[in-house]
């Protein structure tokens, strides 16, 4: 798993940490029930608190994506991740709709919006 924290981002460290995460979930890096790196571990090899790191995790738990264990450490939860992909989908989806009605609202031509879509497909 590779993290990388910009410490110059607007973004909050944790939401940095839990989104590196969530990538290396979703990309298959792990398995079910596969252990993160403890809490402080994790903070050391990333320059960051202990605290920063805990609420990443917290966070990771209540959305689903791990599971902790008290004594044993952090473990990632995949018997949800079918639900979780849908839920990022719908997000997405919404996100994408907001951003289409902005597009028309600006001015922009629907033929621009779809070639601008089939880049970002076509890119892969």
């Known amino acids: 798993m590779n993290i990388v924290i910009s410490h110059t981002s607007e973004k909050p460290m944790y939401e940095q940490i839990e989104e590196g ?21 994790l903070a050391k090899d990333l320059n960051v608190s202990a605290i920063t790191t805990k609420r990443a995790y917290i966070d990771l738990e209540h959305e689903g994506f791990v599971y902790t264990v008290s004594g044993k450490g952090t473990f990632v939860r995949l018997d949800k991740l079918s639900q979780l992909q849908d839920n990022r989908l719908l ?20 033929d621009k919006l779809i070639e601008i879509i089939e880049n970002v497909y076509n890119d892969d």
């Open 91 to 110: 997000d997405a989806l919404d996100k994408l709709r907001t951003c289409a009605d902005e597009c028309k609202k600006a001015g922009a031509e629907k």
């Open 21 to 41: 995460i969530r990538k290396a979930i979703y990309d298959g890096e792990f398995k079910n029930g596969d252990a993160l790196p403890s809490v402080r571990q």
